[in-house]
């Protein structure tokens, strides 16, 4: 009966996203959800028994399935039922298969490496599942939650406030449209302070300084070289040179332009003095004319749009910098920015929530700035942010962790929502390693031998199958929904975050192996010099995996023609789509129309992803790891006893005996086809929507 389960949930589940994506029913009312979710259960029993010969099962399942969404309803009582009935089958299906694979090995009589890299495939699997019902929880608590947690500002609270400009390197154009901007702000008690972070060059930070005196008495200017912590470091000294009176403080980018009613509207927030913060959305300018930039603006804009929302319903939301206020004996009490971390405004969030305080999160937006315009400072951009999340959760992992001692005093929603920040950046690990062993089959499959991991073929191969198809599906509702954005567009955003797997898995790897800081290295451009072939340079290594990606799916369709490696083929097709995504990026970037504000902008900190410390290269580690992994799975590849028929040609993968019934022949006895015995990789987290975008 257990192969039956993990057939009938994970159809169920697949055909549940199919229904909740139709406009308005995830939010549909119990007299049309409960009929809807019914028959989607006795249709999903029906296949079963179809596909598995087990029509008892087909028949007894649905009652499985009607309880498991009774029991999600009762704890998610603010969800529609097909809301609910989706996740609980999502979870029910993830859950059985991986109590399958676990099975499996040894039911079948692997030796003891069989078994090892059986497991080590089921930890993928676990971890790459555990993400994308997480991923479908954000989604479905922001789409048919009925209630929302709202928090009231006073209006009239007004506590002296200072605005803190951190930059570094950034034109003279772009700041003044910034500082002015900030001087129309309709606020009495105001400082603006120029947070100026070892700029080398007197002329530009020069420029900038006679900038704010020109502004008036409001702006402060500070000019720090050199100074350590990066820019936490800086704002730790900027704050320390600021009066006693001032209560709050401000953080916004050198690019961005805001709205003179933001402090108005928002400060009355820390009248209550529980908050600690008030976080805006981040939003951007200047894009529509682009689709790649349209593309890159809705892969932000998901973060605020989608995980922020559901993370302020358990009081869990980040910090995120700009755009965003914070009480400043909040920031004093835990001892400051974090200067050792290089997103230190997502840790400093994590400790102040610790303590008991509140994060507000307001959706209103206040700013805009500007994106970057070329792919590499946008790979700059997310390895900070990938690589600070992986700091933050190997400093605070104790706390994040349901069993450990804590210090901080979160509470399990809490704990949850920065345990799967921190964690969601593995995603694109899992994304490489999935694809090494769809590779090493393929490699098997053109040399007739047989990888030492577990075999998952016959009714099982729909599974992974399923999961990849409906993940796919939900990243793209999810995007058209929260962003009223076309199909195209939200193509685009995906492609986007698939575009920076490769980046996000060096900084990941460079976070394990090293809590210190550092920056990515990419090839540098000469100004008004030919920009295509940077642009695939940039991209070389995505592209070669994209590459190699498409030549595996062809040998494994020439090698083992068989319906197991059409699915295969089909998988790492999706890892070329992934990969691929990256040359795709960096060129569509190199297209954008550069009108005279853009190309200001080309030479601003923000666009390059400079900063004023020494970068590191940051692809040795992980390159030197994965050159050595391969090494010992061909080793053990090419030392395997090659399995063959009499002919020679590799032979079919046998069928899990786990439960499942045997198959009655409808013809002779047949004979051995050509197929690969590989693991049937689960879905990636990549192919369901996340907070990929986080700041």
Request: proline fraction near 6%; charge should be positive; hydrophobic fraction near 50%.
């Amino acid at each position: 009966m257990l192969l039956q389960l993990v057939v009938f949930f994970t159809l169920a589940s697949a055909i549940t996203t199919a229904v909740v994506m139709v406009p308005g029913l995830v939010r549909a009312r119990a007299w049309t959800s409960i009929p809807l979710g019914l028959a989607i259960l006795a249709g999903a029993g029906w296949l079963t028994g179809l596909i598995t010969q087990d029509a008892v099962a087909g028949t007894i399942l649905p009652l499985f399935g009607v309880g498991a969404v009774i029991e999600t309803r009762r704890h998610l009582p603010q969800w529609s039922m097909l809301a609910a009935q989706l996740l609980a089958l999502l979870l029910v299906a993830s859950v059985a298969y991986l109590i399958y694979a676990a099975v499996q090995p040894i039911v079948d009589g692997l030796g003891v490496v069989g078994i090892v890299a059986s497991f080590v495939l089921l930890l993928l699997e676990a971890s790459a599942l555990a993400l994308s019902v997480y991923y479908l929880f954000e989604i479905l608590d922001v789409f048919s939650r009925r209630t929302r947690i709202a928090h009231r500002a006073e209006p009239s609270y007004r506590p002296k406030v200072a605005i803190q400009v951190p930059c570094y390197n950034e034109p003279i154009e772009v700041m003044r449209e910034t500082l002015t901007a900030l001087s129309q702000l309709d606020y009495q008690d105001l400082i603006v302070q120029v947070v100026d972070n070892n700029t080398r060059d007197p002329q530009i930070w020069r420029a900038l300084e006679a900038l704010c005196k020109e502004l008036g008495e409001r702006f402060q200017f500070i000019h720090l070289e050199p100074w350590p912590g990066y820019k936490a470091g800086a704002l730790n000294e900027a704050t320390r040179r600021l009066a006693q009176d001032v209560s709050i403080l401000g953080i916004v980018d050198a690019d961005y332009l805001v709205k003179p009613a933001f402090l108005k509207e928002m400060v009355g927030h820390f009248a209550d003095e529980r908050v600690a913060f008030v976080q805006t959305p981040q939003n951007y300018r200047d894009w529509k004319d682009s689709g790649y930039l349209r593309g890159l603006f809705y892969s932000y804009s998901y973060f605020f749009d989608v995980t922020m929302p559901s993370r302020a319903n358990r009081n869990a939301i980040i910090f995120a910098g700009t755009m965003g206020l914070i009480r400043r004996s909040a920031l004093e009490r835990i001892g400051g920015w974090d200067e050792s971390i290089i997103t230190e405004d997502a840790e400093a969030s994590l400790r102040m929530l610790g303590l008991g305080s509140i994060g507000v999160y307001e959706p209103t937006v206040w700013g805009e700035g500007l994106m970057p315009l070329s792919f590499d400072g946008l790979k700059k951009q997310r390895f900070r942010w990938a690589l600070g999340g992986i700091q933050i959760l190997r400093r605070q992992w104790r706390d994040l962790v349901p069993f450990a001692p804590h210090r901080l005093r979160l509470t399990l929603g809490q704990r949850l929502a920065y345990l799967f920040g921190s964690v969601h950046w593995f995603s694109d690990l899992l994304t490489v390693g999935f694809t090494a062993l769809l590779l090493l089959s393929a490699v098997a499959a053109a040399l007739h031998h047989r990888l030492p991991i577990r075999e998952l073929t016959g009714p099982i191969l729909v599974v992974p199958l399923a999961f990849l198809i409906s993940g796919v599906l939900r990243g793209l509702w999810a995007l058209r929904r929260a962003e009223r954005c076309s199909w195209g567009d939200a193509l685009r955003a995906l492609a986007i975050w698939f575009a920076l797997s490769w980046v996000d898995t060096l900084a990941v790897v460079r976070g394990l192996f090293s809590g210190q800081a550092a920056f990515l290295r990419t090839p540098k451009q000469k100004e008004g010099g030919n920009r295509l072939w940077p642009a695939i340079r940039s991209s070389a290594i995505e592209s070669l995996l994209a590459i190699l990606a498409v030549v595996g799916a062809i040998v494994l369709l020439l090698a083992a023609p068989a319906l197991a490696t059409v699915i295969l083929a089909i998988m790492l097709l999706f890892e070329a789509w992934i990969f691929g995504s990256a040359p795709w990026a960096s060129l569509a970037a190199e297209g954008i129309q550069l009108t005279p504000q853009r190309r200001i902008y080309l030479r601003s900190a923000q666009n390059t992803g400079d900063r004023p410390e020494r970068p590191s290269r940051a692809a040795i580690i992980p390159g030197a790891l994965a050159v050595v992994v391969a090494v010992v799975l061909a080793y053990g590849l090419l030392n395997a006893p090659p399995q063959t028929t009499p002919s020679g040609q590799a032979d079919l993968p046998r069928i899990g005996t786990i439960t499942q019934k045997k198959l009655p022949q409808t013809g002779p006895p047949p004979t051995p086809a050509p197929a690969t015995p590989s693991p049937s990789a689960s879905a990636t987290p990549s192919e369901s929507a996340s907070a990929t975008s986080s700041p």
